[in-house]
């Protein structure tokens, strides 16, 4: 089965499941799908985390693919000359772009895990981009709301008619230079865009942008995924596994599970006041850690057995009460993305969360692709865990996650986009599913809700909108927003697979 964010990509993975891949396989042809259909969320120019579970050594192992700063890059990337902090908007550009790590990830997670040969895996994505596929519906809402991409030449002749405007939903859209670059990628590996024409190009744009940046061919050729060991945690009768740092996502998602089992969450009826209220609490003592902790271990200490540590969760719940904190305080003690999930006709699983940051990333495209912003996520004041430093990786908070149950056999696999609220999405969608009975579609279909420690967040225009005033008798400052998770996953059930794709984008499941 496959559950990803558009049907193309689905049936590319698919197709490499029936023709005898694995889960690792069919990754790398999603990937590429994604990054020629959906433009706006993930890509080559990009990064991801992949979680990969093989069924056959009863083992999971995390691929660190983030982007990293260039070896040029200073803490005082993102301030103006007068020491204040940048405007979001004003970072973007070239110096915004991180080194990508995607391809290289998938290389490596390919040469261990892979059974069909690397060029096989990218012809469903090469026949898209030279045939043309149909403009996505997201898609077309994404470039009508856009105000920067237009003035990129090559944007402008893929996406956009004559008259400057959006190409219609429906309409054909070609992308031959996306489809020359994979040739070349599927013939010779991931160092055909770590090294010569294609480094050489993405340096050149980068460098040559109005908001200019410091990478190099140096900083591409040293570009290196890592494996890192996952973070795991019980949660009630299952095992959860994530990604560890440089995200914070699985640490903050083990967190909030951690304190929600220590407190009445379970007595809480589904969809009521109470239920939001234990969960956005368990959100902003998580968040407040996070802002604190979280960075890229290879440059600063990120205490994860401290933050999961029992005892230390059960002093973070006790200070959940009737009513809202509002905002937490870090625990005292020493110290636009996309998602899909694939499991194989022989039980290995794959969640991987792939991004390039902003929609549209960077807003600079090379040869078909479109450069990540990724470096934004680092902290735009220096002096925290997460401030910029040469060949770092910028915090994230992907959390593709496993779940297992008491026999040791892969319960859930699930992940999701969104930014800062993934840590929010991937929680709630959790809980649905292990504490409300929900199957997976119907959790992932649910409202969405959570802190970031700040206001609690509603999704607007869902019944949840209804508790309000019971929220606000609990002392929250409520606020309804646009919530747009893209949740994929996958739960075993009795007899086989069932998948779910998040409504709120256009993904879809196909399966045996």
């Given at each position: 089965?496959?559950?990803?964010?558009?049907?193309?990509?689905?049936?590319?993975?698919?197709?490499?499941?029936?023709?005898?891949?694995?889960?690792?396989?069919?990754?790398?042809?999603?990937?590429?799908?994604?990054?020629?259909?959906?433009?706006?969320?993930?890509?080559?120019?990009?990064?991801?985390?992949?979680?990969?579970?093989?069924?056959?050594?009863?083992?999971?192992?995390?691929?660190?693919?983030?982007?990293?700063?260039?070896?040029?890059?200073?803490?005082?990337?993102?301030?103006?000359?007068?020491?204040?902090?940048?405007?979001?908007?004003?970072?973007?550009?070239?110096?915004?772009?991180?080194?990508?790590?995607?391809?290289?990830?998938?290389?490596?997670?390919?040469?261990?895990?892979?059974?069909?040969?690397?060029?096989?895996?990218?012809?469903y994505a090469i026949f898209a981009a030279e045939e043309g596929f149909a403009m996505p519906a997201q898609l077309h809402e994404e470039l009508a709301a856009e105000r920067l991409l237009p003035a990129d030449p090559a944007a402008r002749r893929i996406f956009y008619d004559a008259d400057g405007k959006p190409k219609a939903a429906g309409e054909r859209v070609l992308n031959p230079q996306y489809g020359a670059t994979l040739r070349t990628i599927a013939t010779r590996g991931a160092d055909a865009f770590y090294s010569g024409g294609i480094a050489r190009d993405i340096v050149n744009a980068v460098r040559s942008h109005a908001r200019p940046?410091?990478?190099?061919?140096?900083?591409?050729?040293?570009?290196?995924?890592?494996?890192?060991?996952?973070?795991?945690?019980?949660?009630?009768?299952?095992?959860?596994?994530?990604?560890?740092?440089?995200?914070?996502?699985?640490?903050?998602?083990?967190?909030?599970?951690?304190?929600?089992?220590?407190?009445?969450?379970?007595?809480?009826?589904?969809?009521?006041?109470?239920?939001?209220?234990?969960?956005?609490?368990?959100?902003?003592?998580?968040?407040?850690?996070?802002?604190?902790?979280?960075?890229?271990?290879?440059?600063?200490?990120?205490?994860?057995?401290?933050?999961?540590?029992?005892?230390?969760?059960?002093?973070?719940?006790?200070?959940?009460?009737?009513?809202?904190?509002?905002?937490?305080?870090?625990?005292?003690?020493?110290?636009?993305?996309?998602?899909?999930?694939?499991?194989?006709?022989?039980?290995?699983?794959?969640?991987?969360?792939?991004?390039?940051?902003?929609?549209?990333?960077?807003?600079?495209?090379?040869?078909?692709?479109?450069?990540?912003?990724?470096?934004?996520?680092?902290?735009?004041?220096?002096?925290?865990?997460?401030?910029?430093?040469?060949?770092?990786?910028?915090?994230?908070?992907?959390?593709?996650?496993?779940?297992?149950?008491?026999?040791?056999?892969?319960?859930?696999?699930?992940?999701?986009?969104?930014?800062?609220?993934?840590?929010?999405?991937?929680?709630?969608?959790?809980?649905?599913?292990?504490?409300?009975?929900?199957?997976?579609?119907?959790?992932?279909?649910?409202?969405?809700?959570?802190?970031?420690?700040?206001?609690?967040?509603?999704?607007?225009?869902?019944?949840?909108?209804?508790?309000?005033?019971?929220?606000?008798?609990?002392?929250?400052?409520?606020?309804?927003?646009?919530?747009?998770?893209?949740?994929?996953?996958?739960?075993?059930?009795?007899?086989?697979?069932?998948?779910?794709?998040?409504?709120?984008?256009?993904?879809?499941?196909?399966?045996?």
């Amino acid at each position: 089965m496959v559950a990803a964010a558009h049907p193309l990509a689905v049936d590319a993975g698919y197709a490499v499941l029936k023709s005898g891949g694995t889960a690792v396989d069919a990754a790398v042809a999603v990937q590429t799908v994604l990054g020629l259909v959906e433009p706006e969320s993930s890509g080559i120019g990009g990064g991801a985390f992949m979680l990969y579970w093989s069924q056959s050594e009863k083992r999971l192992t995390s691929y660190d693919g983030r982007e990293t700063a260039p070896a040029a890059a200073r803490p005082d990337r993102f301030l103006k000359s007068d020491g204040t902090p940048m405007e979001f908007w004003d970072a973007i550009g070239g110096r915004s772009v991180g080194v990508p790590g995607v391809l290289r990830m998938l290389e490596v997670a390919h040469r261990r895990h892979g059974r069909l040969r690397w060029a096989e895996l990218f012809q469903y994505a090469i026949f898209a981009a030279e045939e043309g596929f149909a403009m996505p519906a997201q898609l077309h809402e994404e470039l009508a709301a856009e105000r920067l991409l237009p003035a990129d030449p090559a944007a402008r002749r893929i996406f956009y008619d004559a008259d400057g405007k959006p190409k219609a939903a429906g309409e054909r859209v070609l992308n031959p230079q996306y489809g020359a670059t994979l040739r070349t990628i599927a013939t010779r590996g991931a160092d055909a865009f770590y090294s010569g024409g294609i480094a050489r190009d993405i340096v050149n744009a980068v460098r040559s942008h109005a908001r200019p940046g410091d990478m190099t061919e140096e900083d591409l050729a040293g570009y290196r995924a890592l494996e890192r060991a996952p973070v795991c945690g019980p949660y009630r009768a299952w095992r959860v596994c994530s990604m560890g740092p440089p995200s914070s996502g699985g640490v903050a998602v083990l967190q909030i599970l951690g304190m929600l089992e220590r407190v009445p969450f379970a007595r809480a009826p589904r969809h009521s006041a109470a239920a939001v209220h234990f969960f956005t609490e368990a959100g902003r003592l998580a968040y407040a850690d996070r802002a604190r902790y979280a960075g890229d271990p290879d440059f600063v200490r990120v205490p994860v057995a401290r933050l999961l540590d029992g005892k230390y969760l059960d002093e973070r719940a006790r200070r959940i009460g009737e009513r809202s904190m509002r905002v937490a305080l870090p625990g005292d003690f020493e110290s636009g993305t996309s998602h899909f999930s694939i499991v194989d006709a022989n039980g290995n699983a794959v969640a991987m969360t792939t991004t390039i940051e902003s929609t549209f990333g960077s807003r600079i495209m090379v040869r078909g692709f479109l450069l990540n912003n990724q470096l934004t996520d680092f902290d735009f004041a220096p002096g925290g865990a997460n401030q910029v430093a040469p060949r770092k990786r910028p915090r994230s908070s992907m959390a593709p996650t496993v779940v297992f149950d008491g026999d040791g056999q892969v319960r859930l696999v699930v992940g999701s986009p969104g930014g800062p609220n993934i840590i929010n999405y991937v929680a709630r969608t959790l809980v649905a599913t292990l504490d409300w009975g929900f199957d997976v579609q119907s959790a992932i279909a649910l409202p969405n809700f959570g802190s970031r420690n700040g206001p609690t967040l509603l999704e607007r225009g869902t019944v949840y909108e209804a508790l309000r005033a019971d929220l606000e008798s609990r002392n929250h400052v409520v606020e309804s927003v646009p919530l747009q998770s893209g949740l994929h996953a996958i739960e075993r059930i009795a007899g086989g697979l069932r998948g779910g794709a998040d409504p709120r984008r256009g993904g879809a499941a196909r399966g045996d």
